[in-house]
C-alpha cells in the first residue's frame, strides 16, 4: 500500500499515525498561507508560497530518491510544486 508515492510504513496502528504527521503539516502550511491572504499582503504571501514550495519539491525528490512512484511524484507533487512557483511569481513581482 502507498501513500503520497511511498510505500507506508509497517502495517499497524503506527499508519494512522504517519498519515495524521503528514496531515499535520499539511494544515499548517495552508493556514499560514490563508492568514497572509486574509492580511492582505500580496507580496509576503509570494514569499511564502515561494518558500513553501518546497515542501512538494522535497517531497518529489524523496520519493524519486526512494525509486518509488515517478509518475506520483511528478504529477502530485512536481506539479503542485510549479503551482505554487507559479502563483507566487506575480505576487513578488508586484502583479494583480
Do not use: Y
Given at each position: 500500500?502507498?501513500?503520497?508515492?511511498?510505500?507506508?510504513p509497517?502495517?499497524?496502528?503506527?499508519?494512522?499515525?504517519?498519515?495524521?504527521?503528514?496531515?499535520?503539516?499539511?494544515?499548517?502550511?495552508g493556514?499560514?498561507?490563508?492568514?497572509?491572504?486574509?492580511?492582505?499582503?500580496?507580496?509576503l504571501?509570494?514569499?511564502?508560497?515561494?518558500?513553501?514550495?518546497?515542501i512538494?519539491?522535497?517531497?518529489?525528490?524523496?520519493i524519486l530518491?526512494?525509486?518509488?512512484?515517478?509518475?506520483?511524484?511528478?504529477?502530485?507533487?512536481?506539479?503542485?510544486?510549479?503551482l505554487?512557483?507559479?502563483?507566487?511569481?506575480?505576487?513578488?513581482?508586484?502583479?494583480?
Open positions: 500500500m502507498h501513500s503520497f508515492g511511498l510505500p507506508l509497517e502495517a499497524g496502528v503506527n499508519v494512522a499515525w504517519w498519515l495524521r504527521l503528514k496531515g499535520v503539516r499539511d494544515v499548517v502550511s493556514l499560514v498561507v490563508l492568514s497572509l491572504m486574509v492580511s492582505g499582503e500580496p507580496r504571501l509570494g514569499v511564502v508560497l515561494l518558500i513553501e514550495a518546497m512538494p519539491a522535497g517531497d518529489m525528490a524523496l530518491a526512494a525509486r518509488n512512484s515517478a509518475g506520483c511524484a511528478l504529477s502530485i507533487h512536481g506539479t503542485t510544486a510549479l505554487m512557483v507559479a502563483a507566487a511569481t506575480p505576487l513578488i513581482a508586484g502583479l494583480r
